[in-house]
Protein backbone atom coordinates (compact mmCIF):
# COMPACT_ATOMS: atom_id res chain seq x y z
CA UNK A 1 0.00 0.00 0.00
CA UNK A 2 2.83 2.21 0.98
CA UNK A 3 4.24 2.20 -2.33
CA UNK A 4 1.40 2.81 -4.44
CA UNK A 5 0.67 6.35 -2.30
CA UNK A 6 4.79 7.18 -2.73
CA UNK A 7 3.42 7.08 -6.31
CA UNK A 8 0.63 8.66 -6.19
CA UNK A 9 2.65 11.17 -4.31
CA UNK A 10 5.36 11.44 -6.95
CA UNK A 11 2.78 11.93 -9.82
CA UNK A 12 0.86 14.36 -7.58
CA UNK A 13 4.42 16.36 -6.78
CA UNK A 14 5.41 16.42 -10.14
CA UNK A 15 2.34 17.65 -11.22
CA UNK A 16 1.88 20.84 -8.71
CA UNK A 17 5.65 21.85 -9.02
CA UNK A 18 6.16 21.35 -12.66
CA UNK A 19 9.69 21.18 -12.08
CA UNK A 20 12.34 21.94 -15.06
CA UNK A 21 14.15 19.41 -16.83
CA UNK A 22 17.89 20.26 -18.00
CA UNK A 23 17.07 20.21 -22.21
CA UNK A 24 19.99 17.61 -21.86
CA UNK A 25 17.90 15.60 -20.20
CA UNK A 26 14.86 15.87 -21.53
CA UNK A 27 15.32 13.23 -24.67
CA UNK A 28 16.36 10.66 -22.06
CA UNK A 29 12.76 11.05 -20.13
CA UNK A 30 10.64 9.02 -22.03
CA UNK A 31 12.64 5.88 -21.78
CA UNK A 32 14.06 5.94 -18.50
CA UNK A 33 9.85 6.30 -17.74
CA UNK A 34 9.49 3.09 -19.45
CA UNK A 35 12.76 1.27 -17.79
CA UNK A 36 10.72 2.90 -14.51
CA UNK A 37 7.46 1.27 -15.25
CA UNK A 38 9.13 -1.82 -15.98
CA UNK A 39 10.90 -2.16 -12.57
CA UNK A 40 7.82 -1.45 -10.59
CA UNK A 41 6.03 -4.00 -12.78
CA UNK A 42 8.54 -6.51 -11.85
CA UNK A 43 8.40 -5.52 -8.20
CA UNK A 44 4.86 -5.69 -8.12
CA UNK A 45 5.07 -9.12 -9.17
CA UNK A 46 7.78 -10.07 -7.68
CA UNK A 47 5.53 -9.39 -4.55
CA UNK A 48 2.58 -11.29 -5.50
CA UNK A 49 5.04 -13.87 -5.74
CA UNK A 50 6.09 -13.39 -2.14
CA UNK A 51 10.03 -12.93 -3.53
CA UNK A 52 9.82 -9.39 -2.99
CA UNK A 53 13.07 -7.88 -1.93
CA UNK A 54 13.79 -4.13 -1.22
CA UNK A 55 17.00 -4.16 -2.41
CA UNK A 56 16.57 -6.06 -5.33
CA UNK A 57 13.99 -3.64 -6.10
CA UNK A 58 15.41 -0.26 -5.90
CA UNK A 59 18.79 -1.62 -7.41
CA UNK A 60 16.85 -2.70 -10.53
CA UNK A 61 15.17 0.39 -10.41
CA UNK A 62 17.96 2.45 -10.62
CA UNK A 63 20.09 0.24 -12.66
CA UNK A 64 17.15 0.35 -14.95
CA UNK A 65 16.41 4.18 -15.67
CA UNK A 66 20.36 4.37 -15.65
CA UNK A 67 21.16 1.83 -18.37
CA UNK A 68 17.84 2.69 -20.53
CA UNK A 69 18.83 6.26 -20.77
CA UNK A 70 22.88 5.32 -21.57
CA UNK A 71 21.83 2.63 -24.31
CA UNK A 72 19.62 5.93 -25.64
CA UNK A 73 22.50 8.03 -25.06
CA UNK A 74 25.13 6.12 -26.59
CA UNK A 75 23.02 5.24 -29.60
CA UNK A 76 22.75 8.96 -30.25
CA UNK A 77 26.04 9.35 -29.99
CA UNK A 78 27.05 6.81 -32.93
CA UNK A 79 23.61 8.03 -34.58
CA UNK A 80 21.32 5.14 -33.85
CA UNK A 81 19.73 6.86 -31.21
CA UNK A 82 15.76 6.10 -32.51
CA UNK A 83 16.83 2.34 -33.57
CA UNK A 84 18.11 1.62 -30.08
CA UNK A 85 15.14 3.42 -28.23
CA UNK A 86 12.90 1.71 -30.18
CA UNK A 87 14.92 -1.87 -29.21
CA UNK A 88 15.17 -0.79 -25.69
CA UNK A 89 11.25 -0.06 -25.86
CA UNK A 90 10.60 -3.15 -27.45
CA UNK A 91 12.28 -5.82 -25.16
CA UNK A 92 11.08 -3.92 -21.76
CA UNK A 93 7.72 -3.49 -23.43
CA UNK A 94 7.40 -7.04 -23.48
CA UNK A 95 8.88 -7.47 -19.89
CA UNK A 96 6.01 -5.07 -18.69
CA UNK A 97 3.42 -7.15 -20.77
CA UNK A 98 4.44 -10.43 -19.37
CA UNK A 99 4.59 -8.89 -15.92
CA UNK A 100 1.59 -7.73 -16.48
CA UNK A 101 -0.30 -10.74 -17.31
CA UNK A 102 1.76 -12.70 -13.93
CA UNK A 103 0.04 -10.10 -12.07
CA UNK A 104 -2.88 -10.86 -13.38
CA UNK A 105 -2.95 -14.71 -13.15
CA UNK A 106 -2.24 -13.59 -9.59
CA UNK A 107 -5.16 -11.15 -8.99
CA UNK A 108 -7.93 -12.91 -10.79
CA UNK A 109 -6.45 -16.34 -10.90
CA UNK A 110 -6.83 -16.70 -14.56
CA UNK B 1 24.64 -24.30 -26.28
CA UNK B 2 23.54 -25.86 -29.90
CA UNK B 3 24.36 -29.03 -28.69
CA UNK B 4 21.52 -28.93 -25.69
CA UNK B 5 18.82 -28.57 -28.96
CA UNK B 6 19.70 -30.84 -31.19
CA UNK B 7 17.20 -30.00 -33.58
CA UNK B 8 17.56 -26.34 -33.54
CA UNK B 9 21.19 -25.74 -35.63
CA UNK B 10 22.15 -22.20 -35.95
CA UNK B 11 18.36 -20.89 -35.56
CA UNK B 12 18.65 -22.38 -32.08
CA UNK B 13 20.74 -19.13 -30.79
CA UNK B 14 17.79 -16.15 -32.38
CA UNK B 15 15.35 -18.53 -31.16
CA UNK B 16 16.78 -19.06 -27.51
CA UNK B 17 17.39 -14.93 -27.06
CA UNK B 18 13.79 -14.42 -28.21
CA UNK B 19 12.64 -17.26 -26.14
CA UNK B 20 14.88 -15.53 -22.83
CA UNK B 21 13.01 -12.25 -23.58
CA UNK B 22 9.68 -13.87 -23.96
CA UNK B 23 10.07 -16.18 -20.42
CA UNK B 24 11.90 -14.07 -18.49
CA UNK B 25 10.11 -11.08 -17.72
CA UNK B 26 10.79 -10.93 -14.08
CA UNK B 27 14.18 -10.30 -12.89
CA UNK B 28 15.87 -13.25 -12.00
CA UNK B 29 17.64 -11.06 -8.69
CA UNK B 30 14.30 -11.86 -7.10
CA UNK B 31 14.15 -15.55 -7.19
CA UNK B 32 18.08 -15.40 -6.32
CA UNK B 33 17.79 -13.46 -3.44
CA UNK B 34 14.83 -15.60 -2.76
CA UNK B 35 17.42 -18.67 -3.29
CA UNK B 36 19.50 -17.31 -1.20
CA UNK B 37 17.19 -16.08 1.92
CA UNK B 38 15.71 -19.73 1.76
CA UNK B 39 19.01 -21.01 2.22
CA UNK B 40 20.14 -18.94 5.20
CA UNK B 41 16.75 -20.30 6.26
CA UNK B 42 14.65 -17.65 6.41
CA UNK B 43 11.07 -17.73 5.66
CA UNK B 44 9.80 -14.41 4.13
CA UNK B 45 12.52 -10.93 3.59
CA UNK B 46 12.52 -8.95 6.59
CA UNK B 47 10.34 -6.01 6.22
CA UNK B 48 12.65 -3.76 7.24
CA UNK B 49 11.82 -0.22 8.10
CA UNK B 50 14.94 1.60 6.12
CA UNK B 51 13.58 -0.70 3.15
CA UNK B 52 10.09 0.43 2.87
CA UNK B 53 11.31 3.61 3.23
CA UNK B 54 13.88 3.50 0.66
CA UNK B 55 11.16 1.60 -1.94
CA UNK B 56 8.63 4.01 -1.18
CA UNK B 57 11.29 6.51 -2.38
CA UNK B 58 12.07 5.07 -5.60
CA UNK B 59 7.82 4.83 -6.39
CA UNK B 60 8.07 8.79 -5.53
CA UNK B 61 10.82 9.29 -8.15
CA UNK B 62 8.98 6.50 -10.46
CA UNK B 63 5.82 9.01 -10.07
CA UNK B 64 7.68 12.34 -10.39
CA UNK B 65 9.45 11.02 -13.52
CA UNK B 66 6.15 10.15 -14.96
CA UNK B 67 4.61 13.29 -14.42
CA UNK B 68 7.42 15.38 -15.60
CA UNK B 69 7.19 13.24 -18.84
CA UNK B 70 4.01 13.69 -19.48
CA UNK B 71 4.14 17.18 -18.98
CA UNK B 72 6.67 17.54 -21.20
CA UNK B 73 4.95 15.67 -23.85
CA UNK B 74 1.82 18.01 -23.42
CA UNK B 75 3.80 21.42 -23.56
CA UNK B 76 5.63 20.29 -26.87
CA UNK B 77 2.05 19.41 -28.59
CA UNK B 78 0.99 22.51 -27.53
CA UNK B 79 4.00 24.42 -28.09
CA UNK B 80 3.53 22.58 -31.46
CA UNK B 81 -0.04 24.02 -32.31
CA UNK B 82 1.01 27.60 -31.30
CA UNK B 83 3.71 27.82 -33.25
CA UNK B 84 1.41 26.78 -36.31
CA UNK B 85 -1.03 28.92 -35.48
CA UNK B 86 1.09 31.99 -35.33
CA UNK B 87 2.77 31.26 -38.81
CA UNK B 88 -0.69 31.02 -40.05
CA UNK B 89 -1.90 34.16 -38.81
CA UNK B 90 1.59 35.24 -40.04
CA UNK B 91 0.85 33.86 -43.16
CA UNK B 92 -2.39 35.48 -43.20
CA UNK B 93 -1.65 38.35 -42.56
CA UNK B 94 1.36 39.19 -45.11
CA UNK B 95 -0.70 37.97 -48.26
CA UNK B 96 -3.43 40.25 -46.84
CA UNK B 97 -0.93 42.67 -47.36
CA UNK B 98 0.36 41.80 -50.86
CA UNK B 99 -2.82 41.65 -52.18
CA UNK B 100 -3.56 44.84 -50.53
CA UNK B 101 -0.37 46.20 -52.54
CA UNK B 102 -0.81 44.01 -55.53
CA UNK B 103 -4.70 46.19 -55.61
CA UNK B 104 -2.77 49.54 -54.88
CA UNK B 105 -0.08 48.85 -57.88
CA UNK B 106 -2.85 47.75 -60.00
CA UNK B 107 -4.70 51.35 -59.76
CA UNK B 108 -1.43 53.41 -60.08
CA UNK B 109 -0.87 51.13 -62.93
CA UNK B 110 -3.71 52.73 -65.00
CA UNK B 111 -3.45 55.62 -63.60
CA UNK B 112 0.77 55.64 -65.27
CA UNK B 113 -1.02 54.10 -68.33
CA UNK B 114 -4.11 56.50 -68.35
CA UNK B 115 -1.53 59.57 -68.09
CA UNK B 116 0.81 58.11 -70.51
CA UNK B 117 -1.76 57.63 -73.32
CA UNK B 118 -3.24 60.82 -73.25
CA UNK B 119 0.32 62.28 -73.41
CA UNK B 120 1.31 60.09 -75.87
CA UNK B 121 -1.75 60.86 -78.27
CA UNK B 122 -0.90 64.33 -78.93
CA UNK B 123 1.93 64.16 -81.36
CA UNK B 124 1.94 61.50 -83.98
CA UNK B 125 5.19 60.22 -82.93
CA UNK B 126 3.47 59.39 -79.80
CA UNK B 127 0.71 57.80 -81.68
CA UNK B 128 3.15 55.40 -82.90
CA UNK B 129 4.29 54.66 -80.16
CA UNK B 130 1.03 53.91 -78.41
CA UNK B 131 0.50 51.70 -81.37
CA UNK B 132 3.51 50.11 -80.70
CA UNK B 133 2.74 49.47 -77.54
CA UNK B 134 -0.35 47.82 -77.83
CA UNK B 135 0.70 45.47 -80.12
CA UNK B 136 3.43 45.03 -77.28
CA UNK B 137 0.96 44.56 -74.24
CA UNK B 138 -0.55 41.96 -76.72
CA UNK B 139 2.27 40.02 -76.28
CA UNK B 140 3.11 39.95 -72.73
CA UNK B 141 -0.30 39.48 -71.65
CA UNK B 142 -0.76 43.06 -70.05
CA UNK B 143 -4.23 42.92 -71.21
CA UNK B 144 -7.38 40.79 -69.81
CA UNK B 145 -8.55 38.84 -73.30
CA UNK B 146 -11.78 36.70 -73.60
CA UNK B 147 -12.99 34.26 -76.34
CA UNK B 148 -13.51 30.83 -76.84
CA UNK B 149 -10.87 28.21 -76.70
CA UNK B 150 -9.65 25.01 -74.51
CA UNK B 151 -10.16 24.24 -71.05
CA UNK B 152 -7.56 21.58 -69.71
CA UNK B 153 -8.23 20.02 -66.17
CA UNK B 154 -4.89 18.24 -64.45
CA UNK B 155 -5.58 16.59 -60.79
CA UNK B 156 -3.72 14.69 -58.51
CA UNK B 157 -5.09 11.10 -58.29
CA UNK B 158 -7.55 10.53 -55.57
CA UNK B 159 -6.19 8.84 -52.12
CA UNK B 160 -7.01 5.10 -52.57
CA UNK B 161 -9.66 3.48 -50.12
CA UNK B 162 -7.13 0.91 -49.60
CA UNK B 163 -4.47 3.16 -48.83
CA UNK B 164 -3.38 2.45 -44.93
CA UNK B 165 -5.18 4.89 -43.16
CA UNK B 166 -3.30 4.31 -40.06
CA UNK B 167 0.19 5.54 -40.99
CA UNK B 168 -1.26 9.11 -40.88
CA UNK B 169 1.66 11.18 -42.08
CA UNK B 170 2.49 8.59 -44.98
CA UNK B 171 2.86 10.54 -48.29
CA UNK B 172 0.90 10.31 -50.96
CA UNK B 173 2.70 8.84 -53.76
CA UNK B 174 4.78 11.25 -55.64
CA UNK B 175 3.81 9.54 -58.76
CA UNK B 176 0.72 10.71 -58.09
CA UNK B 177 0.91 14.24 -57.87
CA UNK B 178 0.45 16.92 -60.61
CA UNK B 179 4.22 18.31 -61.12
CA UNK B 180 5.69 21.40 -62.51
CA UNK B 181 7.07 19.25 -65.48
CA UNK B 182 3.64 18.03 -66.23
CA UNK B 183 2.13 21.94 -66.72
CA UNK B 184 4.97 23.26 -68.13
CA UNK B 185 4.28 20.04 -70.95
CA UNK B 186 0.79 20.66 -71.30
CA UNK B 187 1.56 25.11 -71.58
CA UNK B 188 3.64 24.28 -74.20
CA UNK B 189 1.88 22.19 -75.88
CA UNK B 190 -0.57 24.72 -76.03
CA UNK B 191 1.51 27.54 -77.53
CA UNK B 192 2.69 25.06 -80.02
CA UNK B 193 -0.39 24.61 -80.94
CA UNK B 194 -1.18 28.09 -81.32
CA UNK B 195 -2.98 29.29 -78.27
CA UNK B 196 -3.05 33.09 -78.01
CA UNK B 197 -3.56 33.55 -73.97
CA UNK B 198 -3.32 30.75 -71.25
CA UNK B 199 -3.74 31.13 -67.27
CA UNK B 200 -3.63 28.70 -64.98
CA UNK B 201 -6.01 28.69 -62.19
CA UNK B 202 -6.63 32.34 -62.87
CA UNK B 203 -3.21 33.64 -63.46
CA UNK B 204 -2.25 34.62 -66.48
CA UNK B 205 0.80 33.42 -68.30
CA UNK B 206 3.35 35.54 -70.11
CA UNK B 207 6.58 35.29 -72.15
CA UNK B 208 8.88 35.01 -68.83
CA UNK B 209 6.10 33.61 -66.25
CA UNK B 210 7.77 30.61 -64.98
CA UNK B 211 6.36 27.39 -63.80
CA UNK B 212 8.51 25.70 -60.74
CA UNK B 213 8.09 23.46 -57.93
CA UNK B 214 8.54 24.47 -54.27
CA UNK B 215 8.02 22.02 -51.63
CA UNK B 216 4.69 20.36 -52.63
CA UNK B 217 3.36 23.64 -53.93
CA UNK B 218 3.77 24.40 -58.06
CA UNK B 219 4.53 28.18 -58.17
CA UNK B 220 3.32 30.35 -61.31
CA UNK B 221 5.50 33.28 -61.30
CA UNK B 222 6.03 32.49 -57.86
CA UNK B 223 2.67 32.48 -56.82
CA UNK B 224 1.50 29.22 -55.65
CA UNK B 225 -1.56 27.15 -57.79
CA UNK B 226 -3.26 24.06 -55.99
CA UNK B 227 -4.67 20.90 -57.16
CA UNK B 228 -7.19 20.96 -59.21
CA UNK B 229 -5.00 22.93 -62.00
CA UNK B 230 -7.16 24.23 -64.75
CA UNK B 231 -5.36 25.20 -67.87
CA UNK B 232 -7.16 27.33 -69.75
CA UNK B 233 -5.71 28.44 -73.72
CA UNK B 234 -7.70 31.16 -75.87
CA UNK B 235 -7.72 30.31 -79.50
CA UNK B 236 -9.90 28.23 -82.33
CA UNK B 237 -10.93 25.18 -80.14
CA UNK B 238 -11.34 23.21 -82.94
CA UNK B 239 -7.57 23.55 -84.26
CA UNK B 240 -6.07 23.73 -80.63
CA UNK B 241 -7.51 20.40 -79.59
CA UNK B 242 -6.37 18.56 -83.24
CA UNK B 243 -2.96 19.75 -81.95
CA UNK B 244 -2.86 19.43 -78.72
CA UNK B 245 -3.44 16.07 -78.99
CA UNK B 246 -1.52 15.07 -81.89
CA UNK B 247 1.36 16.20 -79.31
CA UNK B 248 3.66 13.31 -78.96
CA UNK B 249 4.85 14.26 -75.15
CA UNK B 250 0.72 15.40 -74.70
CA UNK B 251 -0.28 12.17 -75.45
CA UNK B 252 2.92 10.27 -73.31
CA UNK B 253 1.42 12.58 -70.13
CA UNK B 254 -2.45 11.37 -71.27
CA UNK B 255 -0.78 7.64 -70.84
CA UNK B 256 1.30 8.53 -67.53
CA UNK B 257 -1.99 10.14 -66.27
CA UNK B 258 -4.30 6.67 -66.79
CA UNK B 259 -1.45 4.80 -65.28
CA UNK B 260 -1.09 6.32 -61.97
CA UNK B 261 -5.01 7.83 -61.80
CA UNK B 262 -4.19 11.45 -62.49
CA UNK B 263 -7.52 13.71 -63.87
CA UNK B 264 -6.49 14.93 -67.44
CA UNK B 265 -9.63 16.23 -69.00
CA UNK B 266 -10.16 18.98 -71.31
CA UNK B 267 -12.85 20.66 -72.71
CA UNK B 268 -13.81 22.65 -75.82
CA UNK B 269 -15.58 26.35 -74.13
CA UNK B 270 -17.42 28.75 -76.09
CA UNK B 271 -16.47 31.96 -73.83
CA UNK B 272 -13.19 31.89 -71.58
CA UNK B 273 -11.76 34.88 -69.74
CA UNK B 274 -8.25 35.49 -68.67
CA UNK B 275 -7.20 38.08 -66.57
CA UNK B 276 -4.07 40.18 -67.51
CA UNK B 277 -0.88 39.02 -66.30
CA UNK B 278 -0.06 40.46 -62.95
CA UNK B 279 3.15 43.41 -62.72
CA UNK B 280 5.74 43.54 -65.77
CA UNK B 281 8.52 45.04 -64.37
CA UNK B 282 9.99 47.55 -65.88
CA UNK B 283 13.35 46.10 -66.96
CA UNK B 284 14.70 48.34 -69.75
CA UNK B 285 14.02 51.92 -70.89
CA UNK B 286 15.55 54.03 -73.05
CA UNK B 287 16.10 58.16 -73.60
CA UNK B 288 14.05 58.85 -76.26
CA UNK B 289 16.02 61.31 -79.17
CA UNK B 290 13.70 64.04 -79.30
CA UNK B 291 13.85 66.66 -76.15
CA UNK B 292 10.18 67.13 -76.28
CA UNK B 293 9.51 64.01 -75.27
CA UNK B 294 11.94 63.30 -72.34
CA UNK B 295 10.15 61.15 -70.95
CA UNK B 296 11.26 57.24 -70.70
CA UNK B 297 9.43 54.21 -72.91
CA UNK B 298 7.02 52.68 -70.47
CA UNK B 299 7.04 49.44 -72.83
CA UNK B 300 6.58 46.56 -70.23
CA UNK B 301 9.68 43.91 -70.23
CA UNK B 302 8.34 41.88 -67.68
Known amino acids: ?110 | MTSARPAGGVRSLGASLLDDVLAETLDPAYAQAAAARAARGEQRAPSRRGGQVLVALVMVVAGLLIAVTYDQAAAKAQGRQEVRAALVRDIQARSELGDELAGQLDELRVEVSRTSDDLLAATTEGQRALDALARAEQGTAALAVTGPGLLITLANAEAEADDDPVGGTSEADPRGRVQDGDLQLVVNALWAAGAEAISINGQRLGPTSAIRFAGEAVLVDFRPVTNPYEVRAIGDPDALAREFLLDAEVQSLAAVSLNFGLRFDFAKEEELSLPAAGSPELRSAELLDTRRAAGTDPTPGG
Open chain 1, 1 to 110: MIPILGLAAGVLLGLVFDPTVPLWLQPYLPIAVVAALDAVFGGFRARLDGIFDAKVFVISFVSNVVVAALIVFLGDQLGVGAQLSTAVVVVLGIRIFGNAAAIRRHVFRA
